[in-house]
């Protein structure tokens, strides 16, 4: 297991980070810090104890319209989740995606129901959505990015079906519970 540190990024700070996604980076360096200045989004950086940027992602509020009077509700958007290239391809990223679901499931903080995301429409993108993180497309392929969400239901339902996964998941929880640099620990392939 690896240690990192999760902060919550303000406005105006600033972070190396080279994600080999020219939306997502730019995002980071310019998008962000507006988004946050008007109360649209919140920003965090997982790092190494020497500093370096390992992920960033931002979270907003939103609300799924769902297909039917069933499938809809309040929901957590992330904005953008990017992984810095030297640290692909090691969990990370699915971990972030299980560390805001139990934020939201365990914590219930705004009362969400769902968590969206408008993904690149990159193959390994969309993999990464649907087969590591169970979300399910919602639009159309040949867009720029592509519509999905996951049921936080289904997330609630698999923690109290296994006492194992429900630690794992109390464990990220707590994490985000605390003010400032809070140690962060990340099983790395």
């Given amino acids: ?21 020219l939306e997502i980076d730019d995002y980071f360096q310019r998008g ?6 008007n109360l649209a989004s919140v920003s ?6 020497h500093q370096t940027a390992v992920a960033l992602f931002s979270l907003a509020n939103g609300y799924f319209q769902g297909f039917d009077e069933y499938s809809r ?4 958007t992330i904005i ?12 990370i990223g699915r971990n972030i995606i299980r560390f805001i679901q139990a934020f ?23 993999r990464f959505y649907e087969d590591y993180c169970h979300f399910i497309r919602t639009g159309d392929r040949g867009m720029a990015t592509v519509p999905m969400y996951h049921d936080l239901m289904d997330t609630k339902n698999a ?7 429900m630690r794992n998941y109390e464990i990220a929880a707590k994490q985000i519970m605390h003010t400032g640099s809070t140690p962060f620990e990340i099983a790395v392939a």
Wanted: charged share 25%; proline share 4%.
């Fill in 1 to 21: 297991m690896s240690q990192f540190i999760l902060s919550r990024l303000d406005w105006d700070d600033e972070v190396d980070f080279d994600c080999n996604d």
């Fill in 73 to 76: 509700g309040p929901s957590v």
């Fill in 104 to 126: 939201f499931v365990l914590n219930n903080k705004t009362g969400c129901r769902y968590m969206t995301v408008s993904a690149s429409n990159k193959v390994e993108t969309i």
């Fill in 44 to 49: 965090y950086c997982l790092k190494t104890p």
């Fill in 159 to 165: 923690l109290e079906l296994d006492p194992e996964l």
């Fill in 32 to 37: 962000r810090k507006s988004s946050q200045q």
């Fill in 80 to 91: 953008a989740l990017g992984v810095h290239n030297q640290y692909q391809n090691q969990g």
